[in-house]
């Protein structure tokens, strides 16, 4: 399991990066995790998608349908994507903390 | 010599994580699961001709993209096929275990061991060389074969692993982890987008006893296809068929069909019992190619009874169609449309002019890509491989270079791909490849262009 450094974060990570022991996560956290994911900055709109994301998986246990995610953030899935290079299923989703997705997503 | 693609300058790395590893002697290891499997199968039969009329004459090599791609002789299906029947014919068949016992030959060693691990997944199980070869070798079925001996020594993409073990044996019953909670409020919340969007009341019964289709659908359609899925409710709707989606059991993947028919029958077992639960009389696989092909085993595995009839998506919409109970307007979209077959379901001649016969109702600008139907080529994330994340620029840049320069050609805005695989596959390789246009369901379409 490798450990991921960052400033003052230190915490486990999975080969592709995401969180392995997710209620260590915090804002903290979440900036370390976003240097790994071309994010130079969280900005009020990363923050509203990454709080979403952790309000739903905390209540549902997974991450929303992504079409949801648009709807209720407000935000076209272009512009999810120019936040999250990755995208919601990967880059927002390591950010925020969850579990990385697996099957065909 | 075969004519290759644009040549890359460096072919990006093909290498998977593994979850404990077999250690020791795996020689040993691998041959006895091999013996076991040849005693509890029918591969022997297969196999005992394949080495008799294999002759390595390379006319697979016209076919394949990964070698189009790479132009390196070890991508050559035939070459790899090779690995596997090398080993059948010295320890397994009556000629070569006597012939090695006089003359010395090919003995099964770690490090053939390790060739076959990459180059049985460098291969997406698509086959399109099944076409060409002369002599018949379903190089499709020594891939699986070879990954499934070498699955059971834990030598397997750990990405497939995980996911399977998750639907078999975790809380979920899923391939993605989805709980049932969760499934529930993306349907309702499906139900409201579909009001907005068409006005009707449009469900997605869930439960339902004695419906006349059960839909299974890739689990991953509910996280990432919402217009799939409400297309597909709203034909369902529209036609006024009764169905279900059953709480229990809801994933028509089943990557068994890619590495180990033990993973197949389970998967398959657990959609016979959500079926049986709900006396469903018949079954519906949504948009996707494996989980359709997997699916038409369950005439292999299903217990006692007749087993039920089991159609595509794709297939009931046609039949709809056909006989009026849907109604599309072709003048709803007017952007080029482009179709890709998904090779599980088109190889064999299975579902081909079925979509078209759609997409020509809904639009007057199709266009094909060439070639397709029969002799399509892989989107390049098939036989499981575009679960593994690890490698996706081998897939999008290698194994997906043909697809996204056949895309590219027909100039089209929404590039249909039917299929769960496919869809993550060509989002991810159109972006790489920086590839125009939009990538889409079929029953995105309809959902468009239907007409209650």
């Given at each position: 399991m490798p450990l991921f450094e960052y400033g003052n974060v230190k915490i486990q990570v999975d080969e592709d990066g995401?969180?392995?022991?997710?209620?260590?996560?915090n804002d903290e956290v979440a900036l370390a995790l976003a240097s790994t994911e071309d994010i130079s900055e969280l900005t009020e709109n990363h923050w509203k998608v990454i709080n979403y994301l952790r309000d739903y998986s905390k209540e549902f246990g997974i991450a929303p349908m992504v079409r949801k995610l648009c709807k209720e953030t407000g935000f076209q899935l272009k512009e999810i994507y120019d936040m999250f290079p990755s995208g919601p299923a990967k880059g927002a989703c390591k950010v925020a903390g969850l579990a990385k997705p697996t099957g065909c997503v | 010599m075969q004519k290759k693609t644009?040549?890359?300058?460096q072919i990006p790395e093909m290498k998977y994580y593994v979850e404990n590893e077999a250690k020791g002697d795996r020689v040993s290891q691998f041959l006895e699961i091999f013996a076991s499997i040849l005693k509890h199968s029918n591969y022997r039969m297969a196999l005992e001709h394949y080495i008799k009329v294999?002759?390595?004459?390379?006319?697979?090599t016209s076919s394949c993209h990964v070698y189009k791609t790479?132009?390196?002789?070890?991508?050559i299906p035939c070459y790899r096929s090779e690995l596997l029947l090398s080993i059948y014919r010295r320890y397994f068949s009556l000629e070569g275990s006597m012939f090695s016992r006089l003359f010395g030959g090919f003995e099964l060693t770690e490090e053939h061991i390790d060739k076959m691990a990459y180059s049985f997944w460098n291969?997406?199980?698509?086959?399109?060389?099944v076409l060409e070869c002369p002599s018949g070798i379903d190089h499709g079925l020594l891939t699986h074969l070879a990954r499934y001996i070498m699955a059971e020594m834990n030598l397997a993409p750990r990405a497939l692993v995980i996911s399977t073990r998750e639907q078999l044996?975790?809380?979920?019953?899923?391939t993605s982890g989805i709980p049932f909670i969760a499934l529930k409020d993306s349907l309702e919340f499906l139900e409201e987008e579909l009001l907005e969007i068409t006005g009707q009341e449009i469900r997605f019964p869930?439960?339902?006893?004695?419906?006349e289709y059960i839909l299974f659908t890739p689990v991953s359609d509910f996280l990432m296809e919402a217009d799939t899925l409400m297309g597909i409710a709203a034909v369902l709707h529209s036609a006024g068929i009764s169905w279900t989606i059953g709480s229990k059991y809801y994933d028509a993947i089943n990557y068994g069909l890619f590495y180990s028919d033990l993973v197949l029958a389970r998967a398959l077992r657990k959609m016979e019992e959500e079926t049986r639960r709900l006396k469903a009389k018949k079954i519906l696989i949504g948009e996707c190619g494996h989980a359709t092909r997997s699916a038409s085993f369950l005439k292999t595995y299903w217990r006692g009874d007749d087993c039920p009839e089991m159609l595509n998506i794709m297939e009931l919409t046609h039949d709809l169609l056909k006989e009026g109970r849907i109604k599309l307007d072709p003048s709803k979209i007017s952007e080029k449309i482009t179709y890709h077959d998904?090779?599980?379901?088109?190889r064999q001649g299975w579902i081909v002019e079925q979509p078209r016969e759609i997409i020509r109702a809904l639009s007057n600008n199709f266009v094909e890509m060439t070639?397709?139907?029969?002799?399509n080529y892989c989107c390049g994330g098939g036989g499981g491989t575009v679960?593994?994340?690890?490698?996706r620029k081998y897939r999008t840049l290698v194994s997906g270079k043909v697809k996204a320069e056949q895309i590219k050609k027909t100039g089209a805005h929404y590039v249909v791909a039917p299929c769960a695989n496919c869809k993550k596959q060509f989002r991810e390789l159109m972006e790489d490849n920086k590839v125009d246009g939009e990538l889409v369901g079929l029953h995105d379409l309809i959902l468009k262009a239907i007409v209650f």
């Amino acid at each position: 399991m490798p450990l991921f450094e960052y400033g003052n974060v230190k915490i486990q990570v999975d080969e592709d990066g995401f969180m392995e022991n997710p209620e260590l996560w915090n804002d903290e956290v979440a900036l370390a995790l976003a240097s790994t994911e071309d994010i130079s900055e969280l900005t009020e709109n990363h923050w509203k998608v990454i709080n979403y994301l952790r309000d739903y998986s905390k209540e549902f246990g997974i991450a929303p349908m992504v079409r949801k995610l648009c709807k209720e953030t407000g935000f076209q899935l272009k512009e999810i994507y120019d936040m999250f290079p990755s995208g919601p299923a990967k880059g927002a989703c390591k950010v925020a903390g969850l579990a990385k997705p697996t099957g065909c997503v | 010599m075969q004519k290759k693609t644009e040549q890359l300058a460096q072919i990006p790395e093909m290498k998977y994580y593994v979850e404990n590893e077999a250690k020791g002697d795996r020689v040993s290891q691998f041959l006895e699961i091999f013996a076991s499997i040849l005693k509890h199968s029918n591969y022997r039969m297969a196999l005992e001709h394949y080495i008799k009329v294999s002759a390595k004459c390379g006319r697979c090599t016209s076919s394949c993209h990964v070698y189009k791609t790479t132009g390196d002789l070890k991508d050559i299906p035939c070459y790899r096929s090779e690995l596997l029947l090398s080993i059948y014919r010295r320890y397994f068949s009556l000629e070569g275990s006597m012939f090695s016992r006089l003359f010395g030959g090919f003995e099964l060693t770690e490090e053939h061991i390790d060739k076959m691990a990459y180059s049985f997944w460098n291969c997406t199980a698509c086959r399109k060389c099944v076409l060409e070869c002369p002599s018949g070798i379903d190089h499709g079925l020594l891939t699986h074969l070879a990954r499934y001996i070498m699955a059971e020594m834990n030598l397997a993409p750990r990405a497939l692993v995980i996911s399977t073990r998750e639907q078999l044996h975790g809380k979920t019953a899923n391939t993605s982890g989805i709980p049932f909670i969760a499934l529930k409020d993306s349907l309702e919340f499906l139900e409201e987008e579909l009001l907005e969007i068409t006005g009707q009341e449009i469900r997605f019964p869930i439960d339902l006893e004695n419906a006349e289709y059960i839909l299974f659908t890739p689990v991953s359609d509910f996280l990432m296809e919402a217009d799939t899925l409400m297309g597909i409710a709203a034909v369902l709707h529209s036609a006024g068929i009764s169905w279900t989606i059953g709480s229990k059991y809801y994933d028509a993947i089943n990557y068994g069909l890619f590495y180990s028919d033990l993973v197949l029958a389970r998967a398959l077992r657990k959609m016979e019992e959500e079926t049986r639960r709900l006396k469903a009389k018949k079954i519906l696989i949504g948009e996707c190619g494996h989980a359709t092909r997997s699916a038409s085993f369950l005439k292999t595995y299903w217990r006692g009874d007749d087993c039920p009839e089991m159609l595509n998506i794709m297939e009931l919409t046609h039949d709809l169609l056909k006989e009026g109970r849907i109604k599309l307007d072709p003048s709803k979209i007017s952007e080029k449309i482009t179709y890709h077959d998904p090779c599980n379901i088109a190889r064999q001649g299975w579902i081909v002019e079925q979509p078209r016969e759609i997409i020509r109702a809904l639009s007057n600008n199709f266009v094909e890509m060439t070639p397709n139907k029969t002799e399509n080529y892989c989107c390049g994330g098939g036989g499981g491989t575009v679960s593994i994340d690890e490698i996706r620029k081998y897939r999008t840049l290698v194994s997906g270079k043909v697809k996204a320069e056949q895309i590219k050609k027909t100039g089209a805005h929404y590039v249909v791909a039917p299929c769960a695989n496919c869809k993550k596959q060509f989002r991810e390789l159109m972006e790489d490849n920086k590839v125009d246009g939009e990538l889409v369901g079929l029953h995105d379409l309809i959902l468009k262009a239907i007409v209650f």
